[in-house]
């Protein structure tokens, strides 16, 4: 049973950190680029970071520089650390895994993310 579940959300003041987490089972976690999106109320899911199998690593111009996305491999985890949260990066962030060759997305249920004073 594939299972993504992600962790770490939650009520932050601004210019907070929080470090998220996404713990995967049920797949070959070494044969899935992961990825973290992020959607606000009343707008679309957007891609926030994403590191591949070998760990090449992308961000979205709206965090960059304040996120850093990693791997552990031996323990089947995604994490994304956020630094300097702002009130606008209030929103649900998901965990995906996408396999490398046959392009396969799992989804977790996601964990929410508040920034407020």
């Known amino acids: 049973q594939v299972q993504l579940v992600e962790s770490g959300g939650g009520l932050v003041q601004p210019g907070g950190s929080l470090r998220l987490s996404c713990a995967a089972s049920?797949?070959?976690?070494?044969?899935?680029?992961m990825s973290w999106y992020r959607q606000a109320p009343g707008k679309e899911r957007e891609l926030v970071a994403y590191?591949?199998?070998?760990?090449?690593?992308n961000y979205a111009d709206s965090m960059k520089g304040r996120i850093t996305i990693s791997r552990d491999n031996a323990k089947n985890t995604v994490y994304l650390q956020t630094n300097s949260l702002k009130p606008e990066d209030t929103a649900m962030y998901y965990c995906?895994?996408?396999?490398?060759?046959?392009?396969?997305?799992?989804w977790g249920q996601g964990t929410q993310v508040t920034v407020s004073s």
């Open positions: 995906k895994a996408t396999h490398i060759y046959t392009k396969r997305d799992y």
């Open positions: 049920g797949f070959t976690f070494i044969a899935y680029a």
């Open positions: 590191i591949s199998v070998g760990g090449t690593t």
